[in-house]
């Protein structure tokens, strides 16, 4: 007679997405209401009704944006394919995803896995590079709700995967079909692409860039020819200052410098949704052929490419064993 090993919850964390254009504006509030991700100068008492007001006028024009890729964004459905594929490839473990942002929560969330009676939970940040505005978010959003919801929970964390050698080999995959479908052009940059902050973050000591910067040298040691490339910082909005270079002012100066043809590679991001599919696939490429820069392709996410979600398993196991 055998005993059945009770299984591991594998949690992915990420940010969320609107799951329909009626969303959007809730969606926005939730996020411009947490204070670990944006602090409006108004102060914490101030900080929930400006969000109330800065979400209704900023969803009018992100309302279009997501109409342009189908209504939604596709981030939670992504989201759930990697932690299917990532807990196929590990023994006796439960899929889950917590969004911070947008459905499912937290709470719903752990009280599924309560139900269950599931007792241990690896819990992954879908984020690669730590920053406390969204990585710090998600894992304290998880702590409260675990502590209230089901504090007997043993769970481990994962909190970054920067410069895991699996991942950086996925990207380097991906740059290289990237670099396949372009021209031989002398002109030809890869453009790497992350996710701005405001500068306070790095100011106060958030190891974000360094992370990034960290990631681009790992994926550049594997491409072979290390073809020339730029890091600028994309997805900046409101009126405090930002990391830099921005993507737009370095889409422009390429150009100006003669470049021809760009291979953009979005590096803190890990599946497609808005950043990718309107910003970059839109907007940026608009921008992009306007000022004369002829070629423009963007390498393919990593999504739940084989590479990718065997990297990640191999992480979980390495990290938690």
């Known amino acids: 007679m055998t005993t059945e090993t009770k299984p591991t919850a594998l949690i992915l964390l990420n940010m969320g997405g609107p799951d329909s254009l009626d969303a959007v504006e809730p969606f926005l509030y939730n996020l411009f209401s947490d204070r670990e991700l944006i602090q409006l100068p108004a102060g914490a008492l101030l900080q929930k009704p400006f969000a109330r007001i800065i979400s209704h006028f900023r969803a009018k024009r992100v309302v279009e944006n997501y109409r342009t890729i189908g209504g939604k964004s596709p981030l939670l459905e992504w989201t759930k394919k990697q932690a299917a594929g990532i807990a196929d490839l590990l023994e006796n473990t439960q899929p889950f995803v917590i969004m911070r942002y947008w459905h499912p929560f937290a709470d719903q969330v752990l009280g599924e896995i309560k139900k269950a009676g599931i007792e241990q939970a690896v819990v992954l940040s879908m984020y690669p590079h730590y920053t406390g505005a969204t990585t710090g978010s998600s894992i304290n959003d998880f702590k409260r709700t675990a502590a209230k919801v089901y504090p007997e929970l043993q769970y481990q964390l994962i909190e970054d995967w920067y410069d895991w050698p699996a991942y950086l080999d996925a990207l380097a995959n991906r740059v290289r079909e990237g670099l396949a479908e372009m021209p031989e052009d002398q002109t030809r940059r890869i453009f790497f692409s992350a996710h ?26 594997r491409v072979d020819g290390r073809p020339p490339w730029v890091v600028a910082f994309q997805s900046r909005s409101g009126p405090v200052k930002w990391m830099e270079p921005g993507t737009e002012e370095m889409i422009v100066q390429l150009a100006k410098d003669g470049c021809k043809s760009l291979l953009m590679v979005p ?9 990718t599919l309107e910003e970059i696939d839109v907007e940026y490429r608009d921008l992009a052929l306007e000022n004369g820069i002829e070629h423009f392709r963007r390498v393919p996410s990593l999504n739940d490419h084989d590479d990718f979600l065997q990297g990640l398993a191999e992480l979980v196991k390495e990290r938690c064993s």
């Open 267 to 275: 590096i803190s991001f890990v599946s497609d949704h808005i950043e």
């Open 196 to 221: 701005a902050l405001p500068q306070k973050f790095i100011d106060r000591g958030d190891p974000y860039q360094q992370h990034v910067m960290a990631t681009v040298q790992g994926v550049m040691d």
